[in-house]
């Protein structure tokens, strides 16, 4: 019986638990995981982080939440009120939608129904998350623009050229995994992992083009350049405040933890436990597939941290020129190759041809490199010898002069 | 229900668009009510094929979907350079060629 | 051995020289001459390999063919770009590379002081490939292809130095008149088309036996006309004359020795349609018989030595056109005086050539005169040449046209006694006309102007005037011993039918040695033993002013087709101008003025603009409505 | 014969008012991003109804394409082209809009009348038997055999587009722009070094930090340069001696 098949049984009192399940999940994960984001953080910087409420400071992020709610709620006066009040519902239901088509858990049984942790399976499961992703930016634009401010509208502008040029990354690093699972349901795409390889491993560049766009997609360092303080301000929310920021917020968490969801579903077997543990999956009636869910998307979770805590922001022309130059052209070609394989494959073609193949493959990269290496030096033309500098240059400690050019201009009056 | 009510839907919103592309001024939303009668026909496209019980219709209307876009993405090429030019982006602006 | 595969480079070569030539530019001025002549060269060894390989073959074998691909398909139509070698084209083969090879040589030195010699070059290759593809090429169209290409080849020679106005009309003239005669060409390949299906000559001998006699007639006829514009032979002969516009050299080659011999070359390949078309083969003596006399009368009374061996080589063709007439009798010998007139023609007009090159581009034979003694070399060779155009035994001319004449008496009934008296006047005349030339030319007092200082040309130009005097000579007895040629030619015709030796062979020899006495007799009394005048003299009869203007063929020509087409065009232009010119000039202030009132409606708002599709859509809608109700 | 479930009617009458009122709304609002967030609507609605009609994948698509990418950019050149430009709806074109309102009311009730008078001339079938294989599968069995044509010209269409695109919005560069190097070097060689190390930022010195009051300098006088210069042209500045942190010149004390 399939996922969908299954999913299909459910009466509606269970469909409007398991939403009920999921939105609990997403909430308490975003308390969650600014908590945790916070108490990495901090180690990573050798600080302690939040510590005081509850144990460990768990309680720190609710109590943060209710002081958030409770403030004054302004709406600046230039404000387009209609839409800037709608921005945030907008970007926080969602991200919420999102987790309807991620499977939590294998077959499990849920107040005597036999059922999977996942509200519903769709055959183009991973592009309505794409869809829905893509809607969600309508939050962030509007918000930008209806704040009537000159930082939020560029904030708002920011974030959405990035996304749209991101998604492209993305949605390309995906095809290659449809071409392998055969199909675009997120159920179907877990059990062809099961059934082989994890897609981390068989399809390793789309993992890798995935993992950056999908920090590119949620705005996240080094690629919150919509929200850059140091620029923006705050970005698209800099007009915010109160419950409407805190649904932001919010907003931004859960498609964290949406998008780590997908990655763990597409590249890392999903619920299922790591080779080796699958003894784990009987455990607790099928309910302790959960925990390996959760670890994996943790993974991921950690790596938006580790980013955030070691990277600096990008330029944003850098940034733009990366998606554009880098991991477009990547994963078209990427894309060609696997699709070439599996024909290969499918042909019936034996491991030699398919070796050589990837061997020719990769030696031909190796040619194109090299010969975009020399066109590169070619292009670099030595820089004009300008003027030595008239200013002032201050003696280090250890340097004798550090003025090079009025070093190499020294003949000049 | 009749599945006609869909088209009923679809002629609807194709007379709103083509009313809005005669009577607002501003480049894009013109531009906008073109969309909405294309998006109008792809609704019909999609209802025959229902009725008739093959996806030609739908791939039909796959194909309308790339080609707005080929055109949105020229059009607003377009209205960005006029505006570049001219600081307006009112049609009604850009009727020079009538002499 | 060399192998039909070899066969697309005889054309090839000359053909690469061309276009290399053309392409390369200056870059190539200073070699070029030498590259096309090799070129030329080059596909003379290979013609010649062929011929020995084709000797020591059996005689069913010796025509091969290659086929380079195929050109048109259509249904059951299909044509392929084949070569064909076989002991008629390697004749041509021959005769085509080996003495434009001699006259590549030649030009070297003649064409020297051209600064335009790569270029003319690049055209003499050209020709020789053009000229190559007509004899090599399977098929009617193939033919059609190098049919065309020679009559290009010869536009841009003769308007070589088309800086004089003169010269560049020559050329078009010449080009117009051989279009008539493609005309012809195309005619007889569409009948062929139409009525066999197959275009091939394999393809159409086979078929003659399908189609009926007037079919054949009326190709046979179109093929004549073909023949006849492209030979010079009447009634299209007006361009040869003035075809001598162009360089010496390209006159030898082109108009005496092979170009204007390509009509003889089609009827004798196309003999099986003639031997089925009577009528048509009728009509080729008569045209050959006239053109005959009617070159020879010409060459009577022209005082330009070009135009004199021209108007020669009008009327040796005809020889060669009533000799293809005749039949399986005539064709082996209309070929064989195709060869030796090759021979001694191309020798002459070289001979002209380097005369013209020491007197200073002279070419009035008034002017000259006694030049014996300056040019001994140029006199040995063009004399060798001149004995054996009139028929002097041994000299190749003398057998050749001892053949045609015998052979044309021989035809039988009336038919015999006037062809066989018309060949045999043919022959007087011309023995009168050339020892005319050659009297005023090298005998006589000197009349040359003052400030001309005649000499001999270099080596590099006698040297073919040698060669080619030493064909002259040996040519004639070389392809008779033991009937050489008429044997070797033989498996291409249909059997001579059997018939009555009406007039013994020696007595057509004994007249025809009485007619060249008689001719030469004549000259020597009009022009060695009297004085010649260096200006020309104007009393002279009506019949001597008739022959200098070419017998009235321009007036003719004139009155006949250019006055009516003068007022055809007239016509038609005004009919263009008021009733084409004013129905488009209506429609266009029709349109002017409906825009005009039309503009109104042009307000440049793209809004108003999409407000009226909207009123057309609910125009169309309420059609709609209408009609399904 | 075509069963239309009741969960589809009823999300049918729900969703086809709204998507009529979303469209008649973007003909009425003044702001080109009203309309642009009302016809995104339309399109989401659109795609519900896709869906709901067996075309998950072009439902799906739809979104993505649509409302993602193409309203998206709908509202990146609003933005760029002028945000506060609300357009007038009085009418400039004397007559057009009663011409257009007339044609228009005649043009949809011919079209809806004729689509009540047409038939199908047999039942509907529906799609269940089409989408036996999945819809998705069933669309790519069609495109990449039927419309394998139409599909390579149209993805040469697109690319045609984009780079005509790229080519109409191109903007040529007369001149290298200055690397950061060659600016910052720039910095130091012309005018004072005063500057070199960057401007003040707002309220330096001073208690309030806002971005309309001027920074002090040490000696107390306020600094122009740290205020915006679009604040200064609106004339949005407030004067920054009351917000001094300390007394350096004792006649704005006494002033105080």
């Not at chain 1, 999921?22 to 908590?35: E, K, M, P, R």
């Not at chain 1, 980013?307 to 944003?316: D, E, G, I, Q």
């Not at chain 3, 200056?26 to 080059?42: I, N, Q, V």
């Not at chain 3, 266009?588 to 793209?606: D, E, I, P």
Request: hydrophobic letters at 55%; one cysteine or more.
């Amino acid at each position: 019986m399939t996922t969908a098949e299954l999913l299909g049984q459910d009466p509606v009192w269970l469909i409007v638990v398991k939403a009920v399940i999921v939105f609990a999940i997403c909430v308490v994960s975003t308390l969650l995981a600014v908590w945790t984001e916070r108490r990495v953080l901090a180690k990573m910087q050798r600080r302690t982080g939040p510590n005081r409420v509850g144990p460990f400071g768990l309680i720190q992020s609710l109590a943060d939440g209710v002081k958030l709610a409770l403030k004054e709620d302004i709406i600046p006066a230039a404000a387009d009120k209609v839409v800037f009040i709608a921005a945030p519902i907008i970007a926080t239901s969602m991200c919420f939608m999102a987790f309807a088509v991620i499977p939590m858990t294998g077959k499990v049984n849920l107040f005597g129904q036999e059922t999977a942790l996942q509200l519903t399976d769709l055959s183009v499961g991973v592009l309505y998350i794409l869809a829905v992703s893509s809607i969600g930016v309508y939050g962030i634009v509007l918000a930008g623009w209806s704040s009537g401010s000159t930082y939020p509208l560029l904030g708002g502008l920011r974030s959405s050229a990035q996304v749209v040029s991101y998604e492209i990354a993305m949605g390309l690093s995906l095809v290659a995994v449809f071409i392998y699972a055969g199909s675009m349901s997120t159920a179907e795409i877990i059990g062809s992992q099961h059934e082989n390889y994890w897609n981390a491993l068989v399809l390793f560049p789309s993992f890798v083009i995935f993992v950056i766009s999908m920090v590119g997609e949620t705005n996240r360092a080094p690629f919150d350049l919509a929200e850059a303080e140091g620029e923006l301000v705050g970005g698209f929310h800099t007009e915010y405040s109160s419950l409407k920021f805190a649904l932001f917020f919010l907003a931004e968490y859960v498609n964290i933890v949406a998008v780590s969801a997908l990655a763990t579903t597409l590249f890392l077997g999903g619920y299922h436990a790591p080779p080796g543990l699958g003894f784990t999956e009987g455990w607790l009636g099928g309910w302790f597939t959960i925990v390996w869910f959760f670890l994996k998307v943790n993974i991921f979770f950690f790596i938006f941290m580790w980013l955030r805590a070691s990277l600096p922001r990008l330029r944003y022309d850098q940034f733009m020129k990366f998606g554009w130059k880098v991991l477009i052209p990547a994963s078209l070609i990427w894309i060609l190759t696997v699709a070439t394989l599996r024909v290969i494959q499918q042909e019936g073609a034996s491991r030699t041809v398919l070796i050589a193949f990837v061997l020719g493959l990769v030696l031909i990269g190796f040619a194109i490199t090299s010969l975009f290496e020399r066109s590169k030096k070619k292009s670099e033309e030595p820089m004009t010898q300008g003027d030595a500098p008239d200013f002032p240059v201050p003696s280090l400690p250890g340097v004798s002069s550090i003025n090079v050019s009025a070093q190499t201009g020294g003949d000049r009056e | 229900m009749d599945p006609y009510n869909y088209l009923y839907l679809a002629a609807l919103l194709f007379t709103i668009g083509a009313v809005g592309v005669v009577l607002r001024r501003n480049a894009i939303v013109v531009f906008m009510c073109i969309e909405l009668m294309l998006n109008a026909g792809n609704l019909t496209l999609v209802t025959f094929s229902r009725m008739n019980g093959n996806l030609n219709g739908q791939v039909i209307a796959f194909f309308t979907m790339v080609v707005a876009a080929c055109e949105v993405v020229v059009g607003l090429a377009i209205i960005v350079a006029i505006y570049r030019s001219r600081r307006s982006a009112s049609i009604d602006d850009a009727s020079l060629l009538k002499r | 051995m060399v192998t039909s595969s070899s066969l697309v480079y005889l054309i090839g070569l000359p053909l690469f020289g061309a276009v290399f030539l053309l392409l390369m530019g200056r870059k190539a001025d200073k070699w070029g001459h030498l590259f096309a002549t090799a070129m030329s060269a080059g596909s003379f060894v290979l013609g010649l390999l062929h011929f020995f390989a084709m000797t020591n073959r059996s005689e069913e074998e010796r025509p091969i063919t290659q086929t380079l691909f195929t050109w048109i398909e259509a249904g059951d139509f299909k044509v392929d770009a084949a070569l064909l070698l076989d002991q008629l084209s390697i004749c041509f083969v021959l005769l085509i590379s080996g003495v434009g090879t001699l006259i590549h040589i030649y030009s070297i030195s003649y064409m020297s002081h051209d600064e335009n010699r790569r270029r003319f070059f690049a055209y003499l290759n050209l020709f020789v490939a053009s000229m190559l593809l007509l004899v090599l090429g399977n098929s009617y169209l193939n033919l059609y292809v190098g049919w065309e290409g020679v009559g290009l080849a010869s536009y841009l020679l003769i308007g070589f130095w088309n800086q004089k106005p003169a010269y560049a009309t020559a050329s078009k003239k010449a080009f117009v008149m051989n279009r008539v005669g493609d005309m012809g060409l195309t005619i007889a390949i569409m009948i062929a088309f139409a009525t066999m299906g197959t275009v091939s000559f394999d393809g159409v001998k086979e078929a003659v036996d399908r189609v009926g006699t007037p079919t054949l007639t009326a190709m046979g006829i179109m093929l004549l006309v073909a023949a006849a514009g492209k030979s010079a032979q009447f009634p299209l002969q007006a361009w040869l004359g003035d075809a001598m516009a162009g360089p010496t050299p390209v006159s030898a080659l082109i108009h005496a020795a092979t170009m204007v011999t390509a009509g003889v070359y089609l009827i004798v390949r196309s003999n099986f349609v003639f031997d089925a078309a009577p009528t048509a083969q009728l009509l080729v003596v008569i045209v050959g018989a006239i053109t005959l006399i009617f070159g020879a009368i010409i060459g009577m009374a022209k005082d330009d030595i070009k135009k004199a061996l021209a108007a020669s080589t009008m009327s040796q063709i005809g020889y060669m056109i009533v000799a293809a007439g005749l039949g399986p009798a005539g064709y082996a010998f209309a070929i064989m005086h195709l060869l030796t007139h090759g021979f001694f023609k191309a020798g002459m007009f070289l001979g002209a050539g380097s005369v013209m090159h020491g007197m200073n581009d002279e070419v009035n034979m008034r002017k000259y005169g006694g030049l014996r003694k300056m040019m001994p070399i140029t006199f040995a060779t063009f004399g060798l040449g001149y004995l054996a155009i009139i028929g002097v035994p041994p000299f190749a001319g003398f057998y050749s046209k001892d053949e045609i004449i015998a052979t044309a008496f021989n035809s039988g009934g009336a038919q015999g006694i006037i062809l066989g008296s018309v060949t045999l006047l043919g022959a007087v005349i011309t023995a009168f006309y050339m020892t005319r030339v050659m009297v005023l030319t090298f005998s006589g007092k000197p009349r040359w102007d003052d400030g001309v200082h005649p000499h001999e040309s270099p080596a590099l130009m006698w040297l073919p005037m040698a060669l080619l005097a030493i064909g002259s000579v040996t040519a004639g007895y070389l392809f008779t011993q033991g009937e050489a040629l008429v044997h070797w030619l033989s498996p291409l015709f249909a059997k001579k039918g059997e018939y009555d030796e009406l007039m013994p062979h020696s007595v057509v020899t004994v007249l025809a040695i009485t007619a060249v006495i008689i001719g030469v007799t004549a000259a020597l009394m009009k022009y060695q033993f009297k004085s010649v005048d260096s200006v020309v003299p104007t009393d002279v009869s009506l019949a001597t002013r008739l022959a200098r203007n070419d017998l009235g063929q321009d007036v003719v020509n004139e009155a006949l087709f250019m006055r009516p087409g003068q007022a055809l065009t007239e016509g038609i232009v005004a009919i263009d101008e008021r009733v084409v010119d004013g129905a488009v000039r209506g429609i266009g202030a029709m349109t002017v003025g409906s825009g005009a009132t039309l503009r109104r409606t042009q307000s440049g708002y793209v809004r108003s603009y999409a407000a009226l599709i909207l009123l057309g859509a609910l125009v169309l809608l309420a059609g709609i409505w209408v009609v399904t109700q | 014969m075509l069963e239309i479930a009741t969960p589809e009617t009823i999300m049918f009458w729900a969703l086809a008012p709204l998507s009529v009122i979303a469209a008649l709304g973007m003909l009425v609002v003044k702001k080109a991003v009203h309309s642009a967030i009302l016809l995104a609507f339309v399109m989401v609605t659109l795609a519900i109804f896709f869906i709901a009609q067996g075309a998950v994948f072009l439902g799906v698509v739809q979104i993505v394409v649509y409302t993602g990418a193409v309203m998206m950019l709908f509202l990146f050149i609003l933005m760029l082209v002028g945000v506060d430009s609300s357009d007038s709806l009085t009418e400039t074109i004397k007559g057009l809009r009663w011409i257009a309102i007339a044609a228009a009311l005649g043009f949809g009730g011919l079209m809806i009348a004729l689509i009540a008078r047409a038939t199908l001339g047999r039942t509907a079938i529906g799609l269940e038997i089409a989408n036996s294989d999945g819809n998705v599968e069933g669309i790519a069995m069609l495109l990449f055999s039927d419309y394998v044509l139409p599909f390579e010209v149209i993805s040469a269409l697109l690319i045609t587009a984009a780079l005509g695109a790229m080519v109409l919005a191109h903007h040529q560069r007369t001149n290298r722009r200055p690397s950061q190097r060659e600016q910052a070097i720039a910095r130091f060689r012309t005018g004072s070094l005063s500057d070199a190390a960057g401007l003040p930022g707002p309220g330096v010195y001073a208690l309030h930090n806002a971005v309309d009051v001027p920074a002090l300098l040490p000696d107390g006088t306020p600094a122009p340069t740290s205020i915006s210069a679009t604040l200064k042209a609106r004339g949005d500045v407030i004067e920054s001696a009351p917000f001094q942190l300390d007394v350096v010149d004792p006649t704005i004390k006494e002033e105080k």
